[in-house]
């Protein structure tokens, strides 16, 4: 057991240490984000204290007013609040923004809204349009609106959501603790993943990629069970 927690522990300490050094706020937001979930299912208070007083000092530290704003930035490393004023990268060329991919993508998916323009269109026309070579627009679902049309699109979305409902069910239903702590950890997974989705698209990550699908295909194994209700028996 003590074997367990020492691995356990060091996992997460480096598993930390490599999303700080990623750069990524939405990987910073996601990440505390599942840790406030988990802490409040499992009922940890210590955990929720301390995961809403660092993003209280992180956000502090980047928008508070002065004079609160000054004294937080000498707690809080200008790594992070930098990186969430945007200070760290200023004066970005327009076309690099996820806002104006966004607007982009949404007006190719309005021109046409039930086929798309084709797998893999969204980076000729979007450096055709603003001469700056982006592989995919920072958003899988206006990726696919754009590129495949929105029957396709809901068609998908529909059916993983669909499967996320069946192992939410699924923890109301199953007796014991354990497995249900278990599945729990892989809806939460999965979710932080496709919430990432919405800033990124690591579909093109092959490795990321394939994290996600496991972790769906084990939610769908699981919720395809069937198990009584805990405090119901069920004959032999």
Request: hydrophobic letters at 50%.
């Given at each position: ?10 996992a997460i300490?480096?598993n930390?240490g490599?999303l700080?050094?990623?750069?990524s706020r939405n990987?910073w ?5 599942a840790?406030?979930?988990f802490?409040v299912y499992?009922?940890?208070?210590w ?9 209280g ?8 007013p002065?004079?609160?704003q000054?004294g937080l ?8 609040w930098?990186?969430l004023t945007d200070q760290?990268?200023?004066?970005r060329?327009?076309?690099t923004l996820?806002s ?6 949404w007006?190719l998916?309005l ?6 323009w084709g797998?893999?269109n969204?980076h000729?026309?979007?450096?055709q349009?603003?001469?700056f070579?982006?592989g995919?627009p ?8 754009c590129?495949?049309?929105?029957p396709?699109?809901?068609l998908l979305?529909?059916l ?10 699924q923890?109301q239903?199953w007796?014991?603790e ?10 939460v ?6 919430v990432?989705?919405?800033f990124d698209v690591?579909?093109f990550d092959a490795r990321i990629?394939l994290?996600g ?10 919720s ?6 805990p ?6």
């Amino acid at each position: 057991h003590r074997r367990n927690t020492l691995f356990l522990a060091i996992a997460i300490i480096l598993n930390s240490g490599a999303l700080i050094l990623t750069n990524s706020r939405n990987g910073w937001a996601i990440a505390a984000g599942a840790a406030f979930v988990f802490a409040v299912y499992r009922g940890w208070r210590w955990l929720v204290a301390g995961v809403l007083a660092l993003i209280g000092l992180v956000l502090g530290a980047a928008f508070a007013p002065p004079p609160w704003q000054t004294g937080l930035r000498a707690i809080v490393p200008q790594f992070f609040w930098a990186r969430l004023t945007d200070q760290m990268f200023p004066n970005r060329p327009i076309p690099t923004l996820r806002s104006t991919q966004w607007q982009f993508a949404w007006s190719l998916t309005l021109e046409r809204p039930w086929l798309g323009w084709g797998l893999r269109n969204f980076h000729p026309l979007y450096l055709q349009e603003t001469g700056f070579t982006l592989g995919h627009p920072h958003n899988f679902p206006l990726m696919m609106l754009c590129e495949t049309g929105v029957p396709a699109t809901l068609l998908l979305l529909g059916l993983v959501g669909w499967i996320v409902t069946q192992g939410v069910r699924q923890l109301q239903r199953w007796p014991d603790e354990g497995d249900r702590l278990l599945l729990f950890t892989f809806i939460v997974a999965f979710l932080s993943h496709t919430v990432f989705h919405l800033f990124d698209v690591t579909f093109f990550d092959a490795r990321i990629n394939l994290l996600g699908w496991l972790l769906l295909s084990g939610i769908w194994g699981v919720s395809s069970q069937r198990h009584p209700a805990p405090g119901n028996s069920e004959s032999a």
